[in-house]
């Protein structure tokens, strides 16, 4: 919400007509992403770009926008060209604005979901820029609550690699950054304290909770996150997996 204001007010007051374009353009593709329409949405922030280009908010909405679009489509080389171009835009908005958080958090996200679809090699070395830049966001605003959420979840998921993983990593790869599942729900429970109507947020502290043997508050968070309304569009993939979780633990 905080973006969309800023997004809004930059376009503020006397402008040209290509930025009055934009102006309009904007408003529709916030109105799109709020219906979690991220293929509209996606239409106008290429335009509003193409009227103001070089505006990291609009790149940084641009990249959202293609890492939504992944839930629409379970082809996963389209997932994997909509992460590629998510990146992409990502790297653009921190060149342009490297100083904003969002931004940074941006290009974390991006890796992270990049990875998912990459080779071994690929995976780990994108592993350690998730940890980088997440920890780059953090320490631009210490309250960023989705800083905080995709910190705890990098170490929940490291710290909870097998064994079997884990070995190949140190052999082939070297080790990666340390990570525990004390230090994910430190994290998820910060992501919670900062943002608790999100319901994403109870769900990785619920998954955490699990890496860390605490099955009883683990299936709490599960709950509590079901029982808010949906935020972001990610959430209905998130209640999706916190079901599954729940019924293993009954």
Known sequence: MRHACLLLAALAGPVSASAADADS????ALAAEAKFDSKTALNFFLQADAARP???LLLQKIARQYSDLTLDTPDVAEKARHCTLALD???RAVAADPKDPVNVLSLAI???KLG???????KIEYSRLVREHAERALALNANYDY????????????ASLGAATRFFVRLVYGNLPAASTAEAVTHLR??????PQLPAHRVELGFALLADGQ???AGQAFAQALALPQREKYDEEAWRRAREALAKLR
């Open 147 to 158: 800083a905080h959420h995709v910190l705890g979840r990098w170490h929940y998921e490291i």
């Open 54 to 56: 070089g505006d990291s």
């Open 89 to 91: 835009y990502a790297q």
């Open 110 to 112: 991006s890796y992270g």
């Open 116 to 122: 998912t679809y990459s080779d071994t090699r690929t």
């Open 25 to 28: 353009l904007v408003r529709d």
């Open 215 to 217: 099955r009883a508050a």
């Open 190 to 195: 910060r992501a919670v304290e900062l943002s």
